[in-house]
């Protein structure tokens, strides 16, 4: 069986296993909340579709809250007058959604509490965001305000706050920049931008930003000066220093620091523009074009030289210095009707007219040797093989003088080069990729860029790359159990290779050869089967699967070696021996699997007290073969109150040991029932009634379902939890009783010193009767031996709204006993009772609870059951 887990559900796709991990147990350390959502299990043996089962991780965090205050629009934003209306506003990231509550100084600000305040929570934002607003303030309104932000301590996370002092000073910031805008600086200066406050209450905080995300790294922050030493050109752009209080608007103001710089200097050859010829011929025209980048662009300037020696325009030399026809920073020289005597080197230099910046000069030689590109690819280059990870060289040679710039780009799909851009340059024809990938495979494009050669249709060829890889198997890595003397079948299937033609497979134990052989071009897989296992047959079985580019590895762990067992937790202890000092537990358990290895024949139990070191041990053996789901038993005796017990259980075979399940096993004076399980906590259903309890969910209840009646949630809010309840749709009729049954439960014997009070125990469990129809809910004691039950313990009639409510009674039993449970239909179909959340617990009852609705307990209770039973919550790891 292969387990994997990822984090969408996804199909057998390549991302679906190139995402995943392989293992049971995925464990996630330090957990960040954007690691939140859903996480699917799947499970896969080769039978059948594969299962998959999902959870859903809540990552609960609570930041601290920050308050803004605003005034309303169109008011004096300089001072906060009386008559003036402002509000407070409150926010906090959080999951689960935050609970906001005001203060001013230590009196707790309500709604209506005050005719000059009121709270809201505005409809866009959901909820989220708690606003005060003080209408027309007044001289009390002068005060601290805090915001308390709260997520019910949720997974233990505290509350956090945080103040505003409002006064008659209160403004919103302003700031002024002492500088110029913009500044031109050369590189390599330092350059100081002072920002100052000029108003605001509470004092503002001031920070830069940069328009290029981050601010240089050697950049220095001292109060409101930002100092950037040794500038570079990747450093210039827009800076803005901004100044924020919380009231109103942040403040804002912006300079662009532009550093001088010359770069990326190309030319190009127009051969004669009006006869569309691609050479250069004597008594034609000849156009010679430079290009640079220049910042600023208008400090640009250009001069040409004809063999060293400075070119003036003339009629025949028309020198043009940035052409309106093209982009900027070009300049072009026209040689109009050719000479012989016009061969030679013509150099255009660029320059900046405020200088401090090397000027770039740029050579074109025009000669009867100047001819147009050609290109071509080396025989043998094209297809070119490569094994996945190595560095490959597409080649395109190039001839013509002078020797264009090469583009390359993808020729088969719009996909982007290894780089990431969509095109890259190459000055020599090559490209060179480093660590290939299988993604890379296809066609590659170069063609002749106009720059730095001729400025006429490109010239193209095409490289085609094919990128073999190893066969890429699974399972990657299986465990395989079985029992001595049966076959055992491994197959090993191949999911992708290249070339797909798979040479051979070879079959391995701990490195020894059992079967090779040449890959079977028309199947996807190969299998070796062990016909009768023994035990020189446990061990590691490899599956080699070999093509030209390498193996691929299926491995498989042979073993006799028995499943865990599965404790059953879902049932308070029924030996319960209430002796004064020690208690005794029935450990419940089922074999997984039992019958996928040899028989198990013993448990070694292992106990010890925990934080203890000392474990000790005992054999518990098993007289029959064990039966799929088969619930055995230990009793365990002596245990000391109330101390809590790590146990142990291991399976053995004739392999020797299984794989070990533990537990904790806790005292408690409580038995307590949530029916979130199938054997509903060993309740059971009484024989002499008229119909039977049912246990259900909301998340599955059946569509033709009753409506106004019965419960939408169970006790605790939730959807998927369960609950029992009495259906009393047809064939029920009124009167009809149902009663479900509560495992024994021991007491604790009499004093031998004649203690004449038997103990007390209370009794407690949620009940929702809610529909026109509602009959009775009646709660009896049944003592060991009783035959007949006497009058209910408790007992209820009639509906009693949509919200569970809570009941709690004491009773004194003075022998071993049951709880029964006995609903009874009322009149009609709009009768379903419900309960949930039985416990039985050690002592009288405290004051019983006052009836709490549903809609209170899933924002107080609900929440932190969640966090304790019913959805996996992990903290922050950073908080």
């Not at 710089?261 to 034609?284: E, M, S, V």
Request: hydrophobic share 30%; net charge neutral.
């Amino acid at each position: 069986e292969q387990i994997r887990w990822t984090k969408t559900a996804g199909s057998v796709s390549d991302r679906f296993q190139d995402s995943s991990v392989f293992n049971d147990t995925l464990h996630i350390a330090k957990i960040q909340r954007t690691q939140g959502g859903r996480y699917y299990c799947k499970a896969e043996n080769g039978l059948g579709s594969p299962a998959i089962k999902s959870i859903r991780v809540d990552v609960y965090y609570l930041d601290n809250p920050v308050i803004t205050v605003h005034q309303s629009i169109g008011e004096a934003k300089e001072q906060f007058y009386y008559e003036r209306t402002v509000f407070l506003r409150c926010v906090a990231n959080s999951n689960p959604p935050v609970r906001y509550s005001w203060h001013r100084g230590r009196e707790v600000l309500t709604q209506g509490s005050d005719k000059g305040v009121e709270i809201y929570e505005p409809f866009f934002t959901q909820g989220e965001t708690k606003i005060l607003k003080l209408k027309n303030l007044r001289p009390q309104d002068y005060a601290n305000y805090s915001c308390i932000a709260s997520v019910r301590n949720v997974c233990g996370i505290p509350d956090r706050s945080v103040i505003f002092g409002l006064t008659n000073k209160t403004a919103s910031p302003s700031i002024k920049l002492l500088v110029e805008d913009p500044i031109v600086v050369n590189p390599g200066q330092t350059v100081s931008l002072v920002c100052i406050t000029t108003g605001g209450e509470p004092p503002p905080t001031l920070t830069w930003v940069s328009s290029n995300d981050s601010l240089p790294q050697r950049s220095v922050v001292k109060g409101g000066t930002l100092t950037l030493p040794a500038i570079t050109s990747d450093e210039a752009g827009v800076y803005s220093c901004v100044a924020s209080n919380n009231v109103g608007n942040p403040a804002k103001k912006s300079t662009t620091i532009v550093v001088r710089a010359l770069k990326k200097g190309r030319f190009w050859i127009t051969p004669d523009p009006y006869h569309n010829d691609d050479n250069i011929q004597i008594g034609r025209e000849v156009k010679i074009s430079c290009q640079v980048e220049a910042t600023p662009p208008e400090e640009l300037t250009f001069s040409w030289l004809k063999n060293g020696r400075a070119l003036r325009s003339s009629e025949r030399m028309v020198i043009t210095q940035t052409d309106p026809d093209i982009s900027p920073g070009t300049t072009n020289l026209d040689i109009i009707d050719l000479k012989f005597t016009d061969f030679g080197t013509y150099t255009c230099v660029a320059a900046l007219k405020g200088g401090g910046i090397p000027e770039i000069s740029i050579d074109v030689n025009i000669s009867s040797t100047t001819v147009p590109p050609s290109l071509t690819v080396p025989r043998g280059k094209s297809p070119l093989v490569a094994r996945e990870g190595d560095t490959v060289e597409l080649e395109c040679l190039v001839s013509g003088k002078p020797k264009p710039i090469i583009l390359w780009s993808r020729a088969d799909k719009e996909a982007p080069m290894p780089d990431g851009s969509m095109q890259m340059e190459s000055y020599d024809g090559v490209l060179r990729i480093v660590n290939v990938s299988r993604e890379m495979t296809g066609s590659y494009r170069c063609q002749t860029s106009q720059y730095n050669g001729f400025n006429v249709k490109p010239r193209e060829a095409v490289v085609e790359l094919i990128v073999q890889y190893p066969p890429t198997v699974e399972p990657v890595h299986m465990e395989v159990r079985q029992g001595l003397g049966r076959p055992v079948v491994m197959t090993c299937r191949v999911l992708r290779a290249h070339p797909s033609r798979v040479l051979r497979f070879e079959w391995l134990l701990s490195n020894r050869l059992l079967h090779a052989g040449a890959f079977d071009p028309h199947k996807d897989e190969t299998e070796y089967t062990i016909r009768s296992l023994n035990r020189e047959g446990w061990g590691e079985y490899t599956c080699n699967v070999i093509n030209e580019a390498g193996a691929g590895k299926c491995t498989f762990q042979v073993t006799g070696k028995a499943y865990p067992p599965e404790f059953y937790y879902d049932t308070y202890s029924p030996l319960w021996q209430n002796r004064p000092r020690v208690y005794g537990f029935k450990l419940q358990w089922t074999q997984m699997n039992p019958g996928a290895v040899d028989r198990i024949v013993a448990y070694r139990l292992g106990i010890r007290q925990v934080g203890s070191q000392r474990w000790w041990e005992q054999e518990i053996p098993v007289g029959d073969t064990i039966g799929k789901g088969e619930l055995m038993t230990h009793n365990l005796t002596e245990l000391i109150k109330p101390e809590s017990y790590e146990v142990r259980l291991t399976p053995i075979t004739r392999f020797g040991e299984g794989d070990s399940t533990i537990r904790i096993i806790t005292y408690s004076g409580e038995f307590h029932c949530s029916f979130e399980e199938e054997p509903i906590c060993m309740f059971t259903q009484d024989k002499n009634d008229d119909f039977d309890w049912t246990r259900h969910s909301a998340a599955t209840r059946d569509t033709k379902y009753t409506p106004n009646t019965g419960p939408s949630a169970d006790h605790t809010g939730s959807k998927q939890g369960f609950y029992m309840y009495i259906e009393t749709s047809r064939p029920r009729k009124k009167g009809d009783e149902a009663r479900l049954v509560s495992p024994f439960f021991n007491i604790a014997p009499k004093n031998p010193y004649g203690n004449p009070n038997p103990p007390a125990y209370c009794f407690g469990f949620f009940y929702h009767m809610y529909g026109k129809h509602i009959g009775t809910l009646n709660a009896f004691l049944k003592q060991k031996g009783q035959m007949t039950l006497d009058a209910p313990v408790w007992s209820l009639s009639g509906n009693q709204g949509d919200r569970w409510k809570q009941a709690k009674v004491s009773i004194h039993p003075t022998s071993s006993f049951q709880v029964v449970l006995e609903g009874i239909r009322g009149p009609g179909i709009e009768g379903d009772i419900a309960i949930d959340d039985v416990t039985l617990e050690e002592g009288e009852c405290r004051d019983p609870p006052p009836n709490i609705s549903a809609n209170a307990l899933s924002t107080s209770s609900h929440i932190w059951l969640l966090c304790t039973t019913l959805v996996l919550t992990l903290l922050e790891g950073q908080r």
